[in-house]
């Protein structure tokens, strides 16, 4: 299926997220003076808002391009949990694996912005890997959601914040494949190693380095090469896709044009990264579920965490500006081969 065609075909994916949720909260406002207490600005507040964040903002996103979702993750029994619940619930997300724990708070991120540029964040949250019998309900709930609900795609979203331990990512990666379903992943650096054999592998450029502990130059192909080619040995995923920021991002696999190859980005006029490779892993996790080739789903993600780099704050990205934005540019896309 072309990419332009999966964009309009939604409700054929039905997607499971599976990792770090957390409550994005803002406080929003202006600074109009300096504290006597000490040299910092006094922001007064004139709004609050909150957000679903880390794994739920690709639940966000993937329903933003139309697919079906369910979110398996362990969160709080707070009042931030609470939030989240009702977040999920407005949003029609399948919850039957949200997990809640009396022993660990839910992840709350508290930005505070002052015209339109963050000032501050506050961060609230327990990283520790989750609880034995945590992991093996979330393990049961999610064998039991790739029955029932036969997903298309399922997405390991890797904050580091404890949801996915090794054995819940080994355990669910050998399930998924034995139902047959296709898995991509959003690594941190301390389960890299253990995502062997999923489907698509997304780290940016940093996660790449540090989990092949190489020192890789972000305007060196040669040297993206050389780690990309330590990563498939590693991991052997049948593809791979690392951002590198304004340089686009680097592909590797068996439909790709060029065995290893890059493809420029966009410019944009960059206001927040937040949010950024949650866009790209939702939307090439939607169109690899619906067979797009690996280059047009390189270059349509890639464009997705583009846009909402526009943004201020994480948002979701916009469908109908993407599905514009792709046919504007899918034929300037010249992917190149690495040079050593």
């Not at 207490?37 to 808002?49: I, L, R, T, Y």
Request: hydrophobic share 45%.
């Amino acid at each position: 299926m072309d990419a332009f065609t999966a964009l309009e075909s939604g409700q054929q994916v039905t997607a499971i997220v599976i990792g770090d949720v957390m409550l994005d909260a803002y406080m929003v406002g202006h600074v109009n003076r300096i504290s006597p207490e000490a040299p910092v600005p006094v922001v007064d507040v004139h709004s609050k808002e909150s957000r679903l964040g880390g794994a739920a903002n690709v639940v966000k996103n993937l329903i933003a391009v139309g697919a079906n979702v369910h979110l398996a993750t362990v969160v709080g029994n707070d009042d931030a949990g609470n939030s989240i619940e009702a977040l999920l619930n407005r949003l029609h997300v399948g919850a039957s694996a949200v997990l809640r724990s009396e022993n660990r708070p839910t992840t709350v991120k508290t930005r505070v912005i002052s015209n339109g540029q963050q000032l501050v964040r506050v961060d609230e949250e327990v990283t520790t890997d989750i609880a034995h019998a945590l992991e093996d309900e979330l393990i049961k709930r999610c064998v039991a959601l790739f029955e029932s609900a036969q997903p298309d795609v399922v997405i390991f979203e890797d904050y580091d914040k404890g949801v996915l331990t090794d054995r819940v990512i080994k355990t669910l990666i050998e399930a998924a494949n034995k139902y047959g379903i296709k898995t991509t992943v959003d690594p941190k650096f301390a389960h890299f190693a253990s995502y062997r054999g999923v489907t698509l592998f997304k780290p940016n450029l940093k996660e790449l380095g540090e989990g092949m502990a190489m020192a890789i130059e972000k305007t060196s192909d040669g040297n993206i090469e050389r780690g990309v080619q330590r990563m498939h040995d590693m991991l052997n995923p049948m593809f791979s896709m690392v951002t590198l920021s304004e340089r686009g991002v680097c592909v590797y696999g068996p439909d790709a044009a060029q065995p290893f190859c890059r493809i420029a980005a966009f410019e944009r006029e960059i206001l927040d990264v937040s949010g950024a490779g949650d866009a790209v892993i939702a939307v090439a996790s939607f169109l690899l579920a619906l067979d797009v080739p690996i280059m047009d789903i390189a270059a349509l993600s890639n464009l997705a965490g583009g846009l909402v780099c526009e943004k201020v704050g994480v948002v979701p990205v916009e469908l109908e500006r993407l599905k514009a934005e792709w046919m504007q540019h899918r034929d300037a896309i010249e992917p190149a081969t690495l040079s050593q």
